[in-house]
Antibody, heavy 117, light 109 residues
Framework: QVQLQESGPGLVKPSETLSLTCAVSGYSISSGYYWGWIRQPPGKGLEWIGSIYHSGSTYYNPSLKSRVTISVDTSKNQFSLKLSSVTAADTAVYYC??????????WGQGTLVTVSS | SYVLTQPPSVSVAPGQTARITCGGNNIGSKSVHWYQQKPGQAPVLVVYDDSDRPSGIPERFSGSNSGNTATLTISRVEAGDEADYYC????????????FGTGTKVTVL
């Protein structure tokens, strides 16, 4: 069974870069599938951030594209999210997920990131 | 950009049927997936490709999709079905992107 676990700072200062990592167990990222990030501001709905294939090809939400980078490290079986120039509007629970044919089939438990000075 | 619209809330008595709609332009031409999210938990896939269920999801959960509306139907509603529900599509029409619906809170009376 595939398991995903997010990790990273829970507090980021405005204008800085948010960095999160998703460790994958039970499946080798290099074997295939897309891997991606989704976020949920407190009390609000889900927002797709972006996805990456094991080969490195990426798709990003156009509304975040200028600030987002998703990368994969197959040697560590993990993938990462970087979101630059953060503001309070980027405060959210961030989920990593495995995607199959456009479906988020497996999710991490989520990690809350607060943007505040 | 592609937009999916859901009613903010649906209320249903135990044992009755809840229907949650997801509206989108010609959504019938896309594959629609549904997720259930309980408070403090990550979403869980309950229906994919319009009407298929992952293993472990009760048959009470079913889906349909036609025209401009997709629907998630929960039959014989139980107290444990109280949750937020989100529809989702993968939009490949212009650029490739995931799109989630606005979400519906299902309250069991």
């Amino acid at each position: 069974q595939v398991q995903l676990q997010e990790s990273g700072p829970g507090l980021v200062k405005p204008s800085e870069t948010l960095s999160l990592t998703c460790a994958v167990s039970g499946y080798s990222i290099s074997s295939g599938y897309y891997w991606g990030w989704i976020r949920q501001p407190p009390g609000k709905g889900l927002e797709w951030i972006g996805s990456i294939y094991h080969s490195g090809s990426t798709y990003y939400n156009p509304s975040l594209k200028s600030r987002v980078t998703i990368s994969v490290d197959t040697s560590k079986n993990q993938f990462s999210l970087k979101l630059s120039s953060v503001t309070a509007a980027d405060t959210a629970v961030y989920y990593c997920a495995r995607w199959r044919s456009g479906i988020a089939v497996d999710w991490g438990q989520g990690t809350l990131v607060t943007v505040s000075s | 950009s592609y937009v999916l619209t859901q009613p903010p809330s649906v209320s249903v008595a135990p044992g009755q049927t809840a229907r949650i709609t997801c509206g989108g332009n010609n959504i019938g031409s896309k594959s629609v997936h549904w997720y259930q999210q309980k408070p403090g938990q990550a979403p869980v896939l309950v229906v994919y490709d319009d009407s298929d269920r992952p293993s472990g999801i009760p048959e009470r959960f079913s889906g349909s999709n036609s025209g401009n509306t997709a629907t998630l139907t929960i039959s014989r509603v139980e107290a444990g079905d109280e949750a937020d529900y989100y529809c989702q599509v993968w939009d490949s029409s212009s650029d490739h992107r995931g799109v989630f619906g606005t979400g519906t809170k299902v309250t069991v009376l």
